[in-house]
């Protein structure tokens, strides 16, 4: 199954056929709406809008682990996500789409983590998006759409939900970075650690704040969304329906050598809560 995970501007499901809603209960809270499930090229798809159905969840709140488990626990192995990004790159103006493959972390409140409460994962997260997907994505920019795309760069996340300061915009542009956003992590953590591949196509619907003659509103990032959402949309479908059988990476065995207590010494209620996720590491 393929999960679609919608940003900003992304609220409802792709044209899927024969669908159905499932309420899923996972033991990281509730999900931020009912999982659509249909079917796109003998494929079936799996989707959640982030913010919830009516943008109710802020991006630091977000139930990203209900979400993501969520996911894993329908038999999601592939997620697809689109976001929506200030640009810090004249080049990078908004309506363009970006496929990021690098992301930097300044958000401040977030637990990034499935694991803990007498379980330790160390993960490694050097390519923390697929590199498979990023490839798929970026040629479904290419052939799905006529928007302005671009392969490749960093995302920077920032907590929120305010917008920058123009000292931080600036800095950000400084250290080479492309775009920025709020809500890339912990979600890309979270399906690496869900031994999923992930990748996201990023819709640019501002400048942030270092533009001189920029001043980021809700008004601009919700008109550029909007602009770029059918782009989005045919990206992603696109991806869907050439989706590769099967996974040629290794995202599907992230997990094997990172778990770092005796199994023994795992208290009971954590090894059943992640069970589906670290369960088969864990066999005695």
């Known amino acids: 199954m393929i ?10 499901a792709l044209p899927l056929e024969d669908t159905r809603e499932e309420n899923v209960t996972t033991p990281f809270g509730e999900p931020s709406a009912p ?3 249909g079917e796109m090229a003998g494929e079936e798809v799996a989707f959640l809008p982030r913010h919830g159905p009516a943008h ?7 139930p990203y682990k209900a979400n993501v488990y969520a996911l894993k626990e329908m038999g999601v192995d592939r997620v697809l996500s689109s976001n929506a990004v200030g640009s810090l790159r004249e080049d990078l103006p908004p309506q363009t789409l970006v496929v990021p493959d690098q992301t930097f972390d300044r958000t401040k409140h977030r637990d990034s983590s499935f694991f803990g409460d007498g379980i330790v994962v160390h993960m490694p997260f ?3 998006y697929c590199p498979h997907m990023v490839d798929h994505l970026a040629e479904s920019c290419e052939t799905a759409t006529d928007a302005t795309h671009e392969k490749g760069g960093t ?7 305010q917008y920058s300061t123009r000292a931080e915009s600036e800095f950000y542009r400084e250290q080479g970075w492309d775009v920025i ?5 912990p979600e890309a953590k979270l399906a690496r650690e869900a031994e999923m591949c992930y990748a996201t196509v990023a819709g640019v619907t501002d400048y942030d704040v270092w533009k001189e003659d920029s001043e980021v509103t809700l008004q601009e990032v919700l008109a550029n969304a909007a602009e770029n959402e059918d782009a989005i949309k045919e990206v992603v479908e696109h991806a869907i329906r050439t989706m590769p059988d099967e996974r040629d990476c290794d995202c599907g065995q992230t997990l094997a050598g990172t778990v770092n207590t005796p199994v023994e010494e795992i208290p009971a209620e954590t090894r059943e809560r992640v069970d589906l996720l670290v369960g088969e590491y864990l066999d005695d």
Do not use: K, L, R, W
């Open 126 to 128: 050097a390519e923390p």
């Open 35 to 37: 999982v659509t499930v």
């Open 3 to 12: 999960g679609f995970i919608g940003g900003s501007g992304i609220y409802d």
């Open 56 to 62: 109710q969840h802020t991006p630091t709140n977000a």
């Open 181 to 185: 956003g709020m809500t890339t992590i």
């Open 155 to 161: 995302y920077v996340c920032i907590e929120g939900p």
